[in-house]
């Protein structure tokens, strides 16, 4: 699932600071995804001057940046942008991507964030020639630590995929994908999955005040479990399996939750393969 080896020696070369007033970065919608990825960008090199921000309702986060060129009409008559992010909503793709459309053809990278919106979509409305890359991206990135999956047309070059690829770099860690199918996994694995691990910390929050703890208590111990728990699981070479073996003493207190945990009809495994297996079909629904 990584790029070619070529592809990879490419990527390492390029930065954020490919942006400039000459050639700048567009971000088409802003919303709360659109954010996440702009703050993490921000955080990491990305000339707020060299940035320009479709969006008919910015937040007052994003006017409050200094340099940030914030146009609410739609219309954007500027230099031609290296890249343009598609980061509105897929139902609302039609009417806004064509707003962006007339760099296409050109050398501008178009990617898309879109859920359910295939590279074929793209291709149609703008054209077979234009460098188009499709991500699935996910909210952790605001703080550096998103995980994002990534697919290109035919149409992009070994520099195209670099920039992509330093984009998201630059807000976490980055895979390239065999085939375009496989972003609808990616969809209910990881784009949808830090919803799934806030959810984990409220049912986490919610059995400790069953046990009797105070709520403020039972948050801040639940909260930090899994924080610990999952940079625990980034610093370690070991498998998760390994990790959790090395958690469990026989016949002790962990095991015992884990019983329950790990039952095979009811437990955890089963409803995530559940989980997952909903948001993907939703993905692939979001495709008609």
Request: hydrophobic share 45%; charged share 15%; glycine share 8%.
């Amino acid at each position: 699932m990584t790029a070619s080896t070529s592809d990879q020696q490419a990527i390492s070369s390029t930065d954020l600071s490919v942006f400039n007033a000459e050639r700048p970065f567009l971000l088409l919608g802003c919303g709360k995804m659109g954010s996440a990825l702009l703050d993490g960008w921000l955080a990491n090199g990305l000339d707020p001057h060299a940035t320009i921000i479709l969006d008919p309702y910015p937040s007052d986060a994003l006017k409050a940046i200094d340099g940030l060129t914030l146009l609410t009409n739609g219309k954007y008559d500027g230099p031609s942008p290296r890249a343009v992010m598609l980061a509105v909503k897929p139902q609302m793709m039609d009417t806004a991507l064509p707003t962006v459309a007339g760099m296409a053809g050109t050398d501008t990278l178009y990617i898309s964030i879109a859920a359910g919106k295939p590279l074929a979509y793209f291709e149609q409305l703008l054209s077979a020639e234009t460098s188009i890359v499709r991500v699935m991206p996910n909210t952790p990135a605001a703080v550096g630590a998103g995980a994002s999956a990534l697919i290109s047309n035919a149409a992009c070059s070994p520099d195209d995929k670099a920039l992509a690829t330093a984009l998201t770099d630059s807000v976490g860690v980055s895979v390239w994908l065999d085939n375009e199918d496989q972003m609808d996994a990616v969809t209910g694995v990881s784009g949808s999955g830090p919803a799934y691990v806030f959810h984990m910390i409220e049912a986490l929050t919610a059995a400790a005040e069953a046990e009797g703890l105070a709520p403020e208590l039972a948050l801040a111990l639940a909260r930090q479990t899994i924080i610990g728990a999952a940079a625990l699981a980034g610093a370690s070479s070991e498998t998760a399996e390994t990790l959790r073996i090395n958690v469990t003493s026989p016949k002790g207190t962990t095991e015992a939750g884990l019983v329950e945990l790990m039952n095979n009809e009811s437990g955890l495994t089963s409803l995530m393969r559940k989980t997952v297996k909903a948001a993907a079909n939703r993905s692939r629904e979001l495709r008609t």
